[in-house]
């Protein structure tokens, strides 16, 4: 038994040995294994230092080779490392300076680089950080900022780094930029031409002149066309060229447009149309248009014609000879007088043109005395100074009265007129052209204005019949007085000294003054003076012309008594509209009980046909009573009854399905929170009331729905009121709003309840409409400006 043991207890350690040296085998082997894993971590290792130094110094050459500034700071401000551009922008050298970041910026900024900094601490980066530094020379730089955080491998933060831009120039040239557009928006408003920016012909921008041109408001001309917002009173081609500039064959284009204004003005515009490209495909973008009111300019060009033509039509009438020429001493005009005069075998139209400087050479021989004649036309043009009978011979036994007229446009010589007259001729005529005169003279005698002529003293030299009548004094009594002090007391005579300093100036003009005539009673007098001159231009008096105007002012103050009592009859009739339409309904309420109280009395003994009657009789009395009522409403919305609140819009709403009876089978719904706006309340719930009522009458659907809607925009309150009705055919779309137009029979049906809407809205510069569609429904819109 015991050697048995011993055999399992051998077998036990030989196993255990073997197990031992298996183990240390395996040891071995793991340890081996090992020191080959270590080589190798070594050498990986070496090769991971190799390629992180070599990472550091492409990272390095990397920073180094930025445009922009790298700088990395500590946690306590001081800055570590800059690359090069950071020094030249800068001005300081982190690797001989020490550079606090604090001092870099003004003290005024201090407190928003600490902020900005424990932002970058607690997020880890910071973007688009704009601030003003302060360079080692002392140059103020705004600069742009993009920093992070850097972190150990632990992940804590030990330092911060930041890409710095310096943006002062770019800041200076948005200011510029800037500035440059603003100018240019000042130069455009306050520009006399109307200006605006079109796409695809659609107004996108206009300036005042604009809008103040065409007579419409901005709001009335942004979105639209040229051609929509304006009347053309005659046809023109711009329609024609502007379409040739959209397909690109015209750059730009300028017409003239006859247009009707918004004030119902016909004016005459030039119009610029000229075409923005796009650099790249040269498509046309947008269009820039000038429109400018050539009106006035017209018509004094058009009159400068007529007077042109009147004064052409005139010389060639003339019996004096006319010459005109221009500094050239070309021919301007002539008339048949001087060529018949001087024996010149052309017509006037003929010799426009011809060169007159050798005509006195060539016309010497006519006079006495030839080189008289040349001399005299040499000293002429060579003092270019008026000359006023000049007398010359001819050979023929003619006499000629020579006028020279220097002619001058802005101070600059434009030619001369040279003016013959036979006076030999006019000396045959001297009774003719007495009589001429004394005609003239009656006419000026016998005219119902009042003529007054006085000389530079303010003596009086002559007047007329009608002025004796208007000043109550004879001729007698007039002639040699002065007329300022005979009628004119206090600051009416001021005005006189100041109108004959401008006669002296050779200024016409118009002006009111209050006169005393010879009764004493003032008189108001409308006076047209001009100065009058001798033959030579020397000022010698002024005349006036006089218009009595007392019964104009008188009219004038009439026409003021006569608004003011017409604002009193207004109040009046308002007051008398309340009474009326009380005085009204009590009858009607009188005839009312009386039809009942007779159908209630005689039920038993009429028929249907007289029951009938009486309902129609009472439905009668109750829409007359409506129809009071409407109208008393209509009467009293003026703007002075107006009296505006915060108002809650979702309220109305409410009080309205409270205060109407609103069928089981229609549901009110409000889609949208209605707003809360300044308003009057009354006359806000007269348009819901109004427009919710009517949608409940004309509904004719198993299950009615009427919605309330609301938007706005910058300027308006935009509500609406929808329904699923028996709709309105287009054609009633504007007559419904029209007093007493009612589309159907119905007995509630007045015809003014939607009169009442239209008047409310107007009153706040909104606008009332409707989209219908026949059995399917319709929806009222209607807008409130905002206060």
């Not at 081996?32 to 390629?51: G, T, V």
């Not at 007698?476 to 004959?500: H, P, Q, S």
């Not at 006169?515 to 030579?536: H, M, Q, T, V």
């Not at 008594?561 to 009859?569: D, V, W």
Request: proline share 2%.
């Amino acid at each position: 038994m015991e050697t048995s043991n011993l055999e399992v207890y051998k077998r036990i350690i030989d196993r255990e040995r073997a197990a031992r040296k298996m183990a240390e085998g395996i040891l071995e082997a793991k340890s081996s294994e090992l020191y080959l894993i270590s080589q190798e971590l070594k050498k990986s290792n070496e090769r991971l230092q190799s390629s992180i130094y070599q990472k550091n110094s492409e990272l390095k050459g990397l920073f180094e080779s930025l445009v922009d500034a790298y700088v990395v700071i500590d946690l306590e401000g001081y800055v570590l490392k800059m690359n090069s551009a950071a020094v030249r922008l800068l001005g300081y050298d982190a690797t001989i300076e020490t550079v606090f970041l604090p001092n870099l910026v003004p003290p005024t900024e201090t407190s928003k680089v600490a902020e900005s900094f424990k932002i970058l601490l607690k997020t880890g980066n910071i973007t688009d950080f704009k601030i003003t530094i302060v360079t080692k020379e002392q140059k103020n730089c705004l600069v742009h900022i993009n920093a992070s955080v850097i972190c150990d491998e632990n992940g804590n933060i030990v330092a911060a780094q930041g890409i710095v831009r310096d943006i002062t120039s770019e800041e200076k040239k948005a200011q510029i930029i800037k500035e440059q557009k603003r100018q240019l928006e000042f130069i455009v408003n306050s520009s006399p031409l109307g200006i605006a920016l079109t796409t695809n012909g659609l107004i996108d921008h206009c300036n005042a002149s604009f809008t103040r041109i065409l007579g419409y408001t901005e709001e009335n001309i942004l979105g639209k066309s040229l051609k929509s917002i304006t009347v053309a009173a005659e046809q023109s081609d711009y329609e024609e060229k502007s379409e040739l500039l959209h397909k690109g064959d015209l750059e730009s284009f300028t017409t003239t447009i006859k247009y009707i204004t918004n004030l119902g003005e016909i004016i005459t515009t030039k119009i610029n149309v000229s075409s923005v490209k796009d650099h790249n495909d040269f498509r046309l973008r947008q269009e820039v248009v000038t429109i400018e009111d050539v009106t006035k300019e017209l018509l004094a060009q058009e009159k400068l014609i007529e007077s042109e033509n009147r004064l052409s039509a005139l010389i060639l009438k003339l019996q004096s000879g006319i010459l005109l020429e221009d500094e050239n001493r070309k021919v301007v005009l002539t008339n048949p007088m001087f060529c018949e005069m001087f024996s010149v075998p052309m017509t006037p139209e003929a010799m426009i043109g011809l060169d007159c400087q050798n005509a006195a050479e060539q016309t010497k021989d006519l006079f006495k005395n030839p080189e008289e004649f040349i001399n005299r036309i040499s000293e002429i043009l060579e003092d270019r100074q008026l000359v006023t009978g000049d007398e010359l011979v001819l050979n023929d036994g003619r006499i000629f009265s020579r006028d020279f007229v220097p002619v001058y446009s802005n101070h600059k010589y434009k030619g001369h007129l040279w003016s013959y007259t036979d006076v030999t001729l006019n000396r045959r005529y001297k009774d003719n052209l007495q009589k001429q005169k004394e005609k003239y003279s009656s006419i000026i005698a016998n005219m119902n204005l009042g003529l007054l002529e006085v000389d530079v003293e303010d003596q009086i030299l002559m007047v007329n019949q009608s002025f004796c009548e208007l000043s109550g004094y004879s001729e007698e009594e007039l002639l040699g007085k002065k007329a300022a002090n005979l009628f004119l007391r206090d600051k009416n005579a001021t005005i006189i000294k100041d109108k004959n300093t401008v006669r002296s100036n050779g200024i016409s003009d118009s002006y009111e003054v209050e006169a005393i005539i010879k009764n004493g009673e003032r008189r108001n007098w409308l006076i047209s003076g001009a100065p009058n001159f001798d033959i030579n231009g020397k000022l010698i008096g002024s005349i006036g012309i006089h218009l009595d105007i007392t019964d104009l002012k008188n009219l004038e103050l009439q026409k003021e008594a006569l608004l003011k009592t017409l604002e009193k009859s207004n109040q009046e009739l308002e007051e008398y509209a309340h009474v009326v339409s009380h005085d009204l309904k009590s009858p009607l309420r009188s005839i009312n009980a009386l039809a009942s109280w007779i159908k209630e009395d005689n039920a038993a003994v009429l028929d249907a046909q007289s029951l009938e009657n009486f309902d129609i009789l009472e439905s009668t009395l109750e829409k007359m009573e409506n129809l009071i009522s409407g109208i008393l409403n209509y009467s009293s919305i003026q703007i002075e009854s107006i009296k505006d609140e915060n108002t809650d819009v979702n309220a109305i709403i409410r009080d309205i399905q409270e205060l109407i009876f609103v069928p089981e089978h229609i549901k009110i719904v409000t889609t949208a929170n209605l707003p809360t706006i300044n308003v009057d309340r009354t006359r806000l719930q007269q348009v819901f009331q109004n427009l919710i009522g009517n949608a409940i009458r004309y509904s004719d659907k198993e299950e009615g729905v009427i919605e309330i809607l609301y938007q706005e925009d910058s300027e308006f309150y935009i509500f609406a009121v929808k329904d699923n009705g028996i709709g309105i055919e287009e054609k009633y779309h504007d007559k419904i709003f029209n007093i007493f137009q009612s589309l159907t029979d119905h007995k509630e049906s007045t015809g003014i309840g939607l009169s009442i809407v239209k008047k409310i809205v107007n009153l706040y510069n909104g606008r009332i409409w409707v989209e219908s569609t026949p059995k399917l429904g319709s929806t009222f819109y209607f807008s409130l400006k905002k206060s």
